[in-house]
């Protein structure tokens, strides 16, 4: 382990302009800020930077598989909004689910649950598809499709398909008159392949999206981000709305729960390199010889639109 890097990713970490008021930054990330070397974290996603570091890798042609989350759709003006459903039971999924098997199944997809509550679509085509992943693209507008492969029309027919035989399902007639959120949709995303060798052996944290992704390649995963094990650490709570008490108390236990153990595999040479990213936004890289520069003063967590500058 001693030539290990360790990474850990944050989602969230990096706050946009007027999320909550500056808030200060715990001693221990400070001096990771100050004493660090940015790095880019141009990923679209976290699921993104993982599958990078999972080995996974794009192709145009293969069978491949892809998330297929129920989502609830919200028309805006020009575009259209998706929310992921979590609160779908397993009888409901299941019954939405048989009401599209047979058409799928006619097209040569597969959809299976291969981990509970994360739908996987299998199938065999020529093409690209370049959907961004769910912490990305979900409760965002979405981007008009490019269908331009027959790949990229395949899953817009499929999409298409799957809108039309849920609109009056009676699962969503029973949400709507329960007041919760219909299912209208699949949101569809793939990582690539694992055509490369993972950079990591052992992923910890991130739920069931982790999990799918670890799976896929091989790799073991741990529900616990505290594992110390792991080379890989997802943290996302970041990426969802808080208060400001709980903002602060997250990143108090950010530090000391998962950071100050890894700074110390460092600093003692157990490991060669401490990685910090929120994917899209910014992140920094340190070695022991970075922790070692006692001189170089702290600095806050800067905004999100000031990303890896402000480690410069």
């Known amino acids: 382990m001693k030539n290990a890097v360790v990474e850990v990713l944050v989602p969230g970490l990096w706050r946009s302009p007027g999320q909550n008021p500056d808030q200060a930054?715990?001693?221990?990330?400070?001096?990771?800020?100050?004493?660090?070397?940015?790095?880019?974290?141009?990923?679209?996603?976290?699921?993104?930077?993982?599958?990078?570091?999972?080995?996974?890798?794009?192709?145009?042609?293969?069978r491949r598989r892809w998330l297929a989350l129920p989502v609830s759709l919200t028309a805006g003006m020009a575009d259209l909004v998706a929310?992921?459903?979590?609160?779908?039971?397993?009888?409901?999924?299941?019954?939405l689910r048989s009401a599209v098997l047979p058409e799928f199944e006619q097209t040569g997809a597969t959809l299976r649950d291969l981990i509970?509550?994360?739908?996987?679509?299998?199938?065999?085509?020529?093409?690209?598809?370049?959907?961004?992943?769910?912490?990305?693209g979900l409760g965002t507008p979405m981007r008009v499709p490019r269908l331009d492969n027959p790949l990229a029309r395949r899953l817009q027919i499929l999409g298409n398909m799957v809108q039309m035989l849920w609109f009056e399902h009676p699962v969503n007639r029973e949400r709507v008159r329960s007041g919760r959120m219909p299912v209208q949709g699949l949101w569809f995303w793939s990582p690539g392949v694992p055509s490369g060798a993972p950079?990591?052996?052992r992923v910890a944290?991130?739920?069931?999206?982790?999990?799918?992704?670890?799976?896929?390649?091989?790799?073991?995963?741990?529900?616990?981000?505290?594992?110390g094990q792991a080379e890989l650490t997802v943290i996302d709570v970041f990426s969802r709305e808080e208060t400001v008490d709980r903002h602060a108390a997250l990143?108090?236990?950010?530090?000391?729960d998962v950071l100050a153990?890894?700074?110390?595999?460092?600093?003692?040479?157990?490991?060669?390199?401490?990685?910090?990213?929120?994917?899209?936004?910014?992140?920094l890289r340190l070695d022991r010889a970075d922790w070692r520069r006692f001189w170089r003063r702290g600095r806050p967590l800067a905004p999100r639109d000031s990303g890896a500058g402000a480690l410069r």
Do not use: K, N
């Open 199 to 201: 950079s990591v052996q």
């Open 83 to 95: 929310t992921r459903v979590e609160d779908l039971t397993p009888g409901e999924w299941s019954s």
């Open 251 to 256: 990143l108090e236990s950010l530090c000391s």
């Open 205 to 227: 944290g991130g739920g069931s999206l982790a999990r799918w992704l670890a799976e896929g390649a091989g790799v073991a995963w741990s529900a616990d981000p505290l594992d």
């Open 261 to 283: 153990p890894r700074i110390e595999r460092l600093r003692t040479g157990q490991v060669a390199e401490v990685r910090l990213h929120d994917p899209g936004a910014a992140g």
């Open 116 to 136: 509970p509550g994360l739908p996987t679509l299998e199938l065999e085509e020529e093409g690209a598809w370049q959907g961004p992943p769910p912490s990305a």
């Open 25 to 62: 930054t715990p001693a221990l990330l400070a001096r990771m800020l100050g004493r660090g070397r940015p790095v880019d974290s141009t990923s679209p996603g976290w699921e993104a930077a993982a599958a990078d570091l999972l080995g996974f890798q794009p192709v145009t042609s293969g």
